[in-house]
């Protein structure tokens, strides 16, 4: 019954490869997000889907690349991986109307390029 | 200037201590205030929403100061379990963008 899923929950792969994090949610929210948090533990907003439709897209080099086929799905492909990749990523989720609400996270993948 | 600035700490405190951490924001326009806490290597966690009128829950308060644009957590009679990075969330307005603080240390000592 877990709320935000996310697999895999550790990645090790080698640089120049390409990857793939999933992730989804059960609990009716229509908005999803990717987050980066990187080794000073900095939490950075990487895109945002609401009902399918991308609606935050921050600064993140092309080879990031989400995928929402429904809105209880968003997925992370990343291809030609870099050292400067090796990350936390966490899926999250909400309702379109915040308010008070806040987010749900995933359980985070830990991705390491080597 | 950051979006949301918080002192990241760590901030050292006895069991039974009162701590209060403070954040500040730049966007004027933002409506949604949240505190979260996050553990060693899992993921952040919602503690406490912040409302106008400040708003406590348990052993934690929460206060919003609009016309100095800072939030602030207070927790009363600190536990060993309350160790954690604190963060400070803040949302804009008309938007789905949730932007985070760095978060501030705490590690209540035995």
């Known amino acids: 019954d877990t709320a935000v899923s996310q697999t895999p929950k550790y990645l090790v792969t080698q640089m120049g490869n390409d990857k793939s994090i999933k992730c989804e949610q059960n609990l009716g929210h229509d908005t999803m997000y990717w987050y980066k948090q990187d080794s000073k533990k900095f939490l950075k907003i990487m895109f945002s889907?609401?009902?399918?439709?991308?609606?935050i897209n921050e600064t993140v080099p092309n080879r990031f690349s989400p995928k929402s086929p429904d809105k209880a799905h968003l997925n992370l492909h990343i291809n030609s991986l870099e050292l400067g990749d090796s990350a936390v990523y966490f899926c999250?989720?909400?309702?379109?109307?915040?308010?008070?609400?806040?987010?749900?996270f995933g359980s985070g993948t830990r991705l390491t390029v080597v | 200037r950051k979006e949301v600035e918080q002192d990241p700490g760590p901030f050292n405190v006895p069991e039974g201590a009162t701590v209060a951490f403070n954040c500040t924001y730049s966007?004027?326009?933002?409506?949604?205030f949240f505190w979260y806490r996050q553990d060693c290597r899992k993921e952040p966690k919602l503690l406490m929403s912040?409302?106008?009128s400040g708003n406590e829950d348990g052993r934690f308060t929460a206060q919003l100061n609009r016309a100095s644009q800072y939030i602030s957590l207070l927790i009363r009679d600190s536990k060993l379990s309350d160790s954690a990075t604190y963060l400070c969330?803040?949302?804009?307005?008309?938007?789905?963008?949730?932007?985070f603080g760095t978060g501030t240390r705490l590690k209540v000592l035995a």
């Open positions: 912040v409302y106008s």
């Open positions: 969330v803040v949302r804009g307005s008309g938007t789905y963008k949730y932007i």
């Open positions: 999250a989720s909400s309702h379109s109307n915040g308010g008070n609400y806040g987010y749900t």
């Open positions: 966007n004027s326009a933002s409506q949604s």
């Open positions: 889907y609401n009902n399918k439709e991308l609606i």
